[in-house]
């Protein structure tokens, strides 16, 4: 049976809309109209699903599910197929009790799909916004091993994991671009309301005014004068920025430049390894061929440069080489890392080592975040602080000056 959308009215004239299972469009509305609803439209999940992937391509706004619900759907899968329950009784089962109506059709897609006769990973690869290339090549792994219980209790994890990682990183980044924002505010603002008030009297008096206050009334009128033309300047240089980024040689280019920037560049190497090591380690437990798992490895990777030295350590191991040797070359991953994988293909354990080798670098990643965590928040509120301080100390010297002239 496969899965059908429809839109119909209700005895009181009200739209509804739903997701019913039928062998043909015309049976699905003759059960609306047994549940005394009149069918306007009936469609077919797959066939509905596919018009709007292709009128959303190219569109900011496309049908993405997050990581948790993916990382739940997935665990709940795998939980029934675990049971010995058929893969499509446990989809349209996962199906039933979604509470969200575009989560369902999409699963009662993918059931229609199975019974028909298509491999669950076949299925899959329909739903490119939802399901990745990593998630769909374990999942044909798993179904030709027979271990798809396995395979989909790995993913629900690896899913997991990445969004804890996302999460740490944006709860990284929010408490120092919160600070900054509110520095360059209230710097400006003082510069330009308070600042001219203050020492318009110094200026009417014609006194003479130490080159600190000159400066800051300069500074002063710049902001008054050229402000906003500034931070629309500032605005338009990062829209352009990005816009050139789009280039795929500029890109190549800022991404290397980052990975081999003071910091940034650590963070950035150690955060991708992470995500190498741990995604290659479920391919390869997942039996998938390791050519094809270093090249969705790479993929899953989110620096070009990075992305373009696993494809060179690719085409290495294709030609013979090891692939800690292959990775080595690259000279952008972590000695302990490369060791661990040289370990790793000697013994025979290279999944473990890769798991490890992943634990190894999230651990570390984890623990430079939480050192610049701890760093930002007093070096913001020092150069805050030297701000309004040199502010005030313009203000003050004219009063100082004043005042020994005085006595």
């Known amino acids: 049976m496969a899965a059908f959308e429809y839109t119909a009215l209700d005895i009181a004239g009200k739209q509804t809309k739903g997701i019913l299972e039928g062998d043909t469009p015309r ?8 549940k005394k609803l009149i069918p306007i439209d009936v469609e077919g999940v797959n066939k509905s699903a596919k018009q709007k992937n292709a009128s959303s391509k190219g569109t900011f706004f496309q ?8 990382a739940l759907i997935t665990r709940q899968i795998a939980t029934l197929v675990k049971a010995a329950i058929p893969v499509e009784e446990s989809i349209k089962a996962v199906a039933e009790q979604c509470e969200k109506s575009k989560q369902q059709s999409m699963l009662l897609g993918i059931r229609s799909r199975v019974v028909e006769g298509h491999t669950l990973a076949d299925a899959l690869t329909e739903h490119p916004k939802i399901f990745s290339e990593l998630y769909c090549s374990m999942v044909a792994a798993g179904e030709k091993s027979g271990h798809l219980e396995l395979v989909l209790e790995r993913l629900a994890d690896y899913t997991e ?3 804890a990682i996302s999460q740490k990183i944006t709860g990284a980044l929010v408490y120092p671009v919160i600070l900054s924002v509110v520095s360059i505010g209230i710097v400006s603002f003082l510069l330009g309301y308070v600042v001219p008030q203050i020492t318009a009297s110094f200026v009417q008096s014609g006194q003479e005014l130490p080159w600190l206050t000159q400066a800051l009334l300069s500074m002063s009128e710049y902001i008054q004068s050229w402000g906003v033309l500034t931070v629309i300047v500032i605005v338009l240089s990062i829209s352009g920025f990005k816009y050139l980024l789009k280039k795929p040689k500029m890109r190549m280019s800022w991404d290397k430049w980052k990975i081999k920037a003071w910091i940034i560049g650590k963070v950035i190497r150690g955060l991708n390894a992470a995500r190498f090591a741990r995604t290659l380690a479920i391919l390869n437990a997942s039996s998938v061929p390791l050519l094809e798992g270093l090249k969705i490895a790479g993929d899953v990777m989110t620096n070009v440069a ?11 191991v294709s030609e013979g080489s090891g692939l800690k040797v ?3 070359q690259c000279g952008y991953f972590p000695p302990m890392m490369l060791h661990m994988i040289a370990s790793g293909e000697n013994s025979g354990e290279l999944e473990q080592m890769l798991d490890r080798a992943a634990d190894n670098q999230e651990t570390q990643f984890n623990n430079l975040v939480s050192v610049m965590m701890d760093m930002i928040g007093p070096v913001m509120i020092l150069i805050m602080g030297g701000f309004v301080f040199t ?4 203000i003050m010297l004219p009063v100082f000056e004043l005042t020994n002239t005085l006595t």
Do not use: F, P
């Not at 049908?63 to 993916?70: E, G, R, T, V, Y």
């Open 27 to 34: 049976q699905v509305r003759q059960l609306l109209r047994e």
């Open 63 to 70: 049908h993405k599910i997050s990581a948790a619900d993916l």
């Open 161 to 163: 994991s990445r969004q």
């Open 306 to 316: 990075l992305k373009e030295a696993v494809r060179e350590a690719a085409l290495r």
């Open 326 to 328: 292959s990775l080595q």
């Open 391 to 394: 502010i005030v100390l313009a």
